[in-house]
């Protein structure tokens, strides 16, 4: 890798990578939420953030999951500078997101690249929940649905991994309308062709389980997330009556046919390796 | 256009005596035939839609229900539909595209139902796949926001090519008191969420989320109904012949969609 602008990306991904992997140590660590378990870092960066007593699997940072998940070296950020206005004048958003810019290196609530898997190119919208708890607004909604017109345009499959609380409430009606967006963006996208591969992890609720990440041709999930239209709180308080254990997590909405498999963080790479080898050379649009 | 408080309109938009979908079908269209059912699980009563004539021309029409009455309202579930309402709005909307019968939507609901057996059969992948589905119609679709357009169970039906708005229907990416319970902690703030929110038919114009504002009577809707029929009408029937007009719908409604909150490629926002 000669190419002194791949070298300076590169060590870019890799600044904001070990940045999370702290983030991701610091709340994985000591003991573990489910289980209360203690873990050494050393493990948990092997685990990729995973306990190994109990198999939880801990929230990551956009920028770490990809690095997991790429072949080195391949990783190229789109619409990076991608920001929304504030076009409710919500009082103090344009601080909260200053703020939050400043604490976690992200610009918005998702990640757009493309990258290689395997040698097989692809293109890659990582949501991180550290911003906005992942929520949709107008640059979410911009992002993603430039990334689906990236990989038409460029007979790319798509790979989207979901973490959201739902729309922007901040961006009012504009977060509603970016379900819209990305949904018809998706639909053109499948028309013509294209694969998308749609990949729930803890938690995906309400305005993007009602859009993007239900619309992929093969739908995975991370073990126990959180997957759902409403919030088990909205809906605790709708019937009166308390949630089944097990409501709305990953293993129940298999059980009701919504995901064609679960599968660990560990295995991810190679699965997702996979469904591109088993697309073929036709897994970007045809023609 | 009277003057009114954000929170006064969604009183309005809320009022148990505003026009329904019912109501609308009777006043302007003829033969309808209502279709029920979702041949997937069930029928749901918070949709209604069926076959009818709109000015001599056959169309495919769909609207939530609420009901007129509190028997209504129980079997029409407030108007709050579950997946299998979704999914009949889909069976209609490919039998539109199939005849080739342009769409007419009547929007009013607090949104999708939030409930434990709506989520076991899918309520995000309901509405997801009739976004999809409403944005790809060949046919030209024209959706009226005429009481409450509550989330994204009030979007997913309406993803048309025009999107009119009566004056004090409100429409919203959730309810005023949700949007505060959410952001505050207090639900009892939804008349300062309600201003904050800009869910009014003149705010979303502004914002070019919808196309057109059809006016009420001084009192509101409900206290005129023959007025606000025949301002629909008007405006429906203009925009349907313009749609037919000029053809190719679906690209011109992808373009619409696809613009809501623009921001050009220098990562500086245009709106």
Redesign the interface.
């Known amino acids: 890798m000669n190419n002194p602008f791949l070298q300076r990306r590169e060590r870019l991904m890799d600044l904001k990578t070990h940045r999370e992997s702290k983030v991701a140590q610091r709340a994985a660590s000591g003991s573990c939420s489910a289980c209360g378990k203690a873990t050494e870092k050393e493990v948990l960066e092997q685990t990729r953030y995973v306990c190994p007593h109990c198999g939880k699997h801990h929230p990551i940072g956009a920028y770490l999951r990809l690095s997991f998940l790429l072949d080195s070296g391949s990783f190229e950020e789109i619409g990076e500078?991608?920001?929304?206005?504030n076009?409710?004048s919500?009082p103090g958003y344009e601080e909260k997101r200053k703020a939050l810019r400043r604490t976690t290196g992200l610009s918005e609530a998702v990640v757009t690249a493309t990258g290689t898997l395997d040698g097989q190119r692809a293109v890659f919208a990582v949501m991180d929940s550290r911003f906005f708890m992942g929520s949709m607004?107008?640059?979410v909604?911009?992002k993603v649905?430039r990334a689906v017109e990236h990989a038409q345009q460029n007979s790319l499959p798509l790979i989207i991994f979901s973490a959201s609380g739902g729309?922007r409430?901040?961006?009012?009606?504009?977060?509603?309308?970016?379900?819209?967006?990305t949904?018809?963006?998706?639909?053109?996208f499948?028309?013509a062709g294209g694969l998308f591969i749609s990949c729930l992890t803890h938690p995906t609720t309400?305005?993007v389980?009602?859009?993007?990440?239900?619309?992929g041709d093969i739908t995975l999930a991370e073990p126990g997330a959180l997957?759902?239209?409403?919030g088990p709180r909205?809906?605790e308080q709708?019937?009166g009556q308390k949630?089944p254990e097990g409501?709305?997590r990953a293993e129940y909405l298999e059980e009701?046919?919504?995901l064609d498999q679960i599968v660990p963080r560990g295995e991810l790479r190679q699965t997702l390796c996979l469904l591109l080898r088993l697309h073929g050379k036709g897994s970007g649009t045809h023609g | 256009m009277a003057e009114r408080t954000a929170a006064q309109r969604v009183a309005l938009a809320r009022h148990s005596a505003r026009p329904g979908v019912c109501e609308f079908i009777q006043a302007l269209f003829t033969d309808f035939f209502e279709q029920k059912g979702d041949r997937l699980y069930g029928e749901d009563g918070s949709i209604l839609g069926g076959i009818a004539l709109y000015h001599g021309r056959p169309v495919t029409v769909i609207g939530h229900h609420k009901g007129r009455d509190l028997n209504e309202n129980l079997t029409c579930n407030f108007g709050m539909p579950h997946p299998e309402g979704y999914r009949k709005v889909q069976r209609l909307l490919r039998q539109a595209e199939k005849f080739s019968r342009p769409v007419i939507t009547f929007v009013d609901t607090p949104g999708?139902?939030?409930?434990?057996e709506?989520?076991?059969?899918?309520?995000?992948?309901a509405?997801?796949?009739t976004?999809?589905?409403m944005?790809?119609l060949n046919v030209p679709c024209v959706s009226i926001i005429t009481g409450e357009g509550g989330?994204?169970g009030a979007?997913a039906l309406a993803?048309a090519n025009h999107v009119l708005m009566l004056e004090n229907a409100v429409?919203?990416?959730?309810s005023p008191e949700?949007?505060a319970s959410?952001?505050w902690k207090d639900a009892s703030r939804s008349e300062e969420a309600a201003e904050?929110?800009?869910?009014t038919a003149d705010d979303?114009l502004a914002?070019k989320?919808i196309d057109e504002i059809i006016p009420e009577p001084e009192g509101g809707a409900h206290t005129d109904p023959q007025f606000v029929y025949q301002a629909v009408d008007k405006a429906v029937s203009v925009h349907l012949a313009k749609l037919l007009k000029e053809g190719d719908c679906a690209a011109r409604?992808?373009q619409k969609?696809?613009a809501?909150?623009?921001?050009n490629s220098?990562?500086k926002?245009t709106?």
């Open positions: 500078h991608i920001a929304a206005p076009a409710l919500f607004g107008v640059a909604g911009e649905t729309a409430m901040q961006e009012g009606i504009l977060s509603l309308m970016q379900m819209a967006k949904s018809a963006a998706l639909a053109r499948s028309q309400g305005g389980t009602a859009s993007f990440a239900s619309l997957i759902g239209f409403a909205v809906i709708t019937i949630l409501f709305q009701h046919g919504f | 999708a139902y939030p409930g434990l709506a989520e076991a059969r899918g309520q995000g992948e509405i997801a796949s976004l999809a589905l944005s790809t989330s994204g979007l993803v429409y919203s990416v959730l949700g949007f959410i952001l904050l929110m800009k869910l979303l914002l989320v409604r992808y969609f696809r809501m909150g623009k921001i220098s990562g926002e709106l």
